[in-house]
């Protein structure tokens, strides 16, 4: 399968849909708008007649305006303070090429309409742009980006681990991701392609970010093990279990089933960590990390799921808001309804054992000095 060609956010505005389904990645968005207003001020401050700024991976949804006005907010706020000309923003939007860019480009037109209207003279010009492809690879000519924002996207790879599938022999078979019955072999090859995927990703960066003041915001989903009952491996476990019952039932070929693996990872922060360090060209200059409840609407603290059945329901709408086309690419559309169904029911069966919680990790990134750089 070719992932990049296949993959996509559920589109328009329905009950599933991918716009009406992020509040999860919309926590990330609201986390990091510390570290938008940090960047903005390190730019503004050397009077730039323009900003460039990239989202990477922004879908079609409210966040991907919510992003683009924080970074306006932040310019119109440091400059109205320290009564500097506001820089003009050119805003790259990037995505797969499946993505929604109608969409994201109207929302956009709106917004700049709304707010010429509201702040008149005091407008931050701005200028958005939609950068079709992978950022596993280089999209935009060297030095010409401020600064790069990425989240909820890095845990996407760029295709199923090389290896996983050899000359028609399964090595996950039954499962879709790394779970209880894959192999260590299983989550080794994973691991590898986060690694290739994420120094390509940092190597790309490299050349397009400007020295100096340029940082790169991410958020993306990240693990402390492979046993909490948040972790990503139920996540996709209860997937699984839906999709072997309807094998069972001879509703799904069993031979669909072990060949489809997600080309997803979670990493842990070491990974992460040693990945930077190995690709050489970035610092990490903060790290943050947040959790997050598997049901976005649930907004308490507290370790106990009140409607079990509801937020069964919520999770496997947010689930399917992300992985539809491409589970449907692979399955057709008619398992659709009964596969979520299913997924529903089990992760209801699942919060009985606590409240899970996804694990999100931030990091704002810098540029090494040419002098760091080469000595590692
Ligand atoms: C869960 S959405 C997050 C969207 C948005 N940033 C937000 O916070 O709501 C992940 C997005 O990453 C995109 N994506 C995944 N892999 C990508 C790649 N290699 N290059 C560009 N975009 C990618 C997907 O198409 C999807 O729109």
């Known amino acids: 399968m070719n992932f990049e060609r296949v993959f996509q ?26 570290l938008v207003e940090e960047s903005i001020q390190q730019i503004c401050k050397t009077i730039p007649e323009k900003l460039v700024v990239a989202d990477l991976g922004c879908s079609s949804g409210p966040n991907t305006l ?51 209207e509201e702040k008149g003279d005091d407008y931050v010009p701005f200028y958005v742009v ?36 050899e000359e028609g022999s399964h090595l996950n078979e039954k499962e879709i991701y790394i779970n209880k019955g894959s192999s260590s072999i299983v989550a080794d090859l994973y691991l590898k392609q986060f690694m290739r995927d994420f120094s390509d990703f940092l190597k790309s960066r490299s050349k397009e970010l400007i020295f100096g003041a340029g940082r790169i915001i991410l958020s993306f989903l990240g693990r402390a093990d492979w046993q909490s009952i948040g972790g990503l491996l139920y996540t996709w476990g209860l997937i699984a279990e839906a999709l072997n019952a309807m094998v069972l ?3 799904v070929e069993e031979d669909k089933l072990n060949a489809f ?8 922060m070491e990974e992460v960590i040693s990945i930077i360090n190995m690709e050489g060209s970035f610092q990490l200059e903060k790290v943050q990390t947040f959790d997050s409840n598997w049901d976005p609407f649930d907004l308490s603290n507290d370790n106990f799921v009140e409607d079990k059945s509801l937020s069964g329901k919520n999770v496997s709408n947010y689930m399917r808001s992300i992985t539809e086309p491409l589970i449907a690419s ?33 990091l704002f990134l810098k540029l090494k000095d040419e002098e760091q750089a080469i000595c590692g």
């Open 261 to 268: 693996n997600l080309p997803f990872y979670s990493p842990s």
């Open 130 to 165: 939609g950068v079709p492809g992978s950022f596993y690879r280089r999209l935009f000519p060297s030095k010409s980006v401020n600064i790069f924002h990425s989240s909820y996207s890095v845990h996407w790879l760029s295709q199923v681990p090389e290896g996983l599938e």
């Open 66 to 116: 919510l992003v683009l006005s924080q970074i306006i907010n932040a310019v119109y706020e440091y400059c109205t303070q320290s009564s500097q000309q506001k820089p003009e923003i050119q805003y790259f939007l990037n995505d797969l090429p499946n993505n929604d860019f109608n969409n994201i480009f109207q929302l956009s037109v709106q917004y700049e309409k709304k707010i010429r």
């Open 249 to 251: 039932e001879g509703l």
């Open 330 to 362: 692979h399955f057709g559309n008619d398992i659709i309804e009964d596969l979520f169904s299913r997924y529903a029911k089990n992760i209801t069966r699942h919060m009985f054992a606590g409240k899970p919680k996804f694990l999100v990790f931030i």
């Open 9 to 34: 956010m559920l589109g328009g505005g329905g009950k599933t849909s991918y716009a009406k389904n992020s509040q999860l990645q919309e926590k990330a968005v609201i986390k990091i708008k510390p």
